[in-house]
Nanobody
Framework: QVQLVESGGGSVQAGGSLRLSCAASGNTYPNCMGWFRQAPGKEREGVAAIYTSGSSTDYADSVKGRFTISLDNAKNTVYLQMNSLKPEDTAMYYC????????????????????WGQGTQVTVSS
């Protein structure tokens, strides 16, 4: 079992920055973790993913160059640094984990993730 707790969401103006954190706890540290988001009335979509044993990553085209996923294995924590935020980035952001994987799980493969956090809200105003 893995528990995921997100933090760091909030309200910012366009062009601002936020850093989301996802702390993993339990008896196993996931090999793959990802960030996803869901805006009202829209489907959940992948934002960024990372392979915790090798640090390979995957990003949505819409966030490349603006968002960075990183990890601190000592703290069992994954981060999402979000810069140059846009109003269209407004959504509930979720952290997800897959216990066993041999390489980064593509962000399109939501169904492969085993555990999900409760989410943290990000609101970007114009």
């Amino acid at each position: 079992q893995v528990q995921l707790v997100e933090s760091g969401g909030g309200s910012v103006q366009a062009g601002g920055s936020l850093r989301l954190s996802c702390a993993a706890s339990g008896n196993t540290y996931p090999n793959c973790m990802g960030w996803f988001r869901q805006a009202p009335g829209k489907e959940r979509e992948g934002v960024a993913a990372i392979y915790t044993s090798g640090s390979s990553t995957d990003y949505a085209d819409s966030v490349k160059g603006r968002f960075t996923i990183s990890l601190d294995n000592a703290k069992n924590t994954v981060y999402l640094q979000m810069n140059s935020l846009k109003p269209e980035d407004t959504a509930m952001y979720y952290c997800a984990a897959k216990i066993i994987c041999m390489r980064v799980v593509p962000i399109s493969a939501l169904y492969e993730y085993d555990y999900w956090g409760q989410g943290t809200q990000v609101t970007v105003s114009s």
